[in-house]
């Protein structure tokens, strides 16, 4: 799953900003993205008699709409939001990070970008560990504070503690000399089925690395191919 930093503060903050800023530089340094945008304002209401709206109306909890390049999902009022991680893990599998502008109420990591006077108010709202604060003076001598135009020195923070160690893979694979490149996810995915083959066999122990040599075609002692290839 990416991992997922929440901008948040109360509006006129600079949030917006501050996201494009993060997409423009971490874009540049390779990086996958995903953004979300939460609103408390809801969203347009459906044109009447859609057929989607219909669906509404006959009791569905769920719509959801879906074309070529885009895809949209309303539930029923009293139906809870999805959770920050499910939404993530469902539209950006493939994503180093999501960058979130609002959800205070989520738990997952903030940077919260303080108005005057507001500030302690702000803090108290939030959920989930804030990383750093961002406005004209620092407010908490315990956390990092930068200013509104110093999103460059946001992402290195954001690269050092929580994207470098992503970028490092966690599984190696060459094919005759040559390196296989492999997203996140399928490193997961060949990660948990080879060691939970592992786990099966007498004497595994669990271990820090794991070194494997396949030889998929038994070469033949003349040279010629082997009766399996």
């Known amino acids: 799953m990416p991992f997922i930093v929440s901008i948040v503060g109360y509006k006129k903050s600079g949030k917006t900003t501050l996201v494009e800023q993060i997409i423009r530089i971490l874009k540049s340094k390779g990086y996958t993205l995903g953004v979300l945008k939460y609103t408390g304002e809801g969203l347009p209401d459906e ?6 709206t219909k669906f509404r109306a006959a009791g569905a909890d769920t719509v959801g709409l879906c074309g070529e390049d885009h895809f949209s999902l309303s539930k029923a009022g009293g139906h809870p ?3 920050l991680d499910r939404l993530a893990a ?11 502008e609002g959800f205070k109420k989520q738990n997952f990591p903030k940077i919260a970008l303080l108005s005057e006077g507001q500030e302690e108010k702000l803090l108290a709202e939030v959920q989930g560990v804030v990383l750093a604060t961002v406005g004209p003076r620092p407010f908490r001598d315990d956390l990092p504070h930068f200013q509104a135009e110093e999103a460059d020195r946001i992402v290195e923070m954001l ?7 992503r970028r490092e893979p966690r599984i190696r694979v060459w094919l005759d000399g040559e390196r296989i490149p492999m ?8 990660i948990q089925g080879i060691m939970g083959m592992l786990g099966t066999l007498r004497g595994f122990i669990p271990a820090r690395r794991v070194d494997i040599t396949l030889v998929p075609h038994e070469p033949s002692t003349d040279g010629k191919p082997g009766e399996n290839d």
């Open 47 to 52: 044109l009447k008699g859609k057929d989607t």
């Open 81 to 83: 939001a999805l959770p």
């Open 90 to 100: 469902f539209f950006f599998p493939e994503a180093d990070l999501v960058v979130t």
């Open 159 to 165: 690269e050092k503690r929580f994207l470098k160690e």
């Open 183 to 190: 997203k996140d996810f399928v490193q997961d995915i060949i």
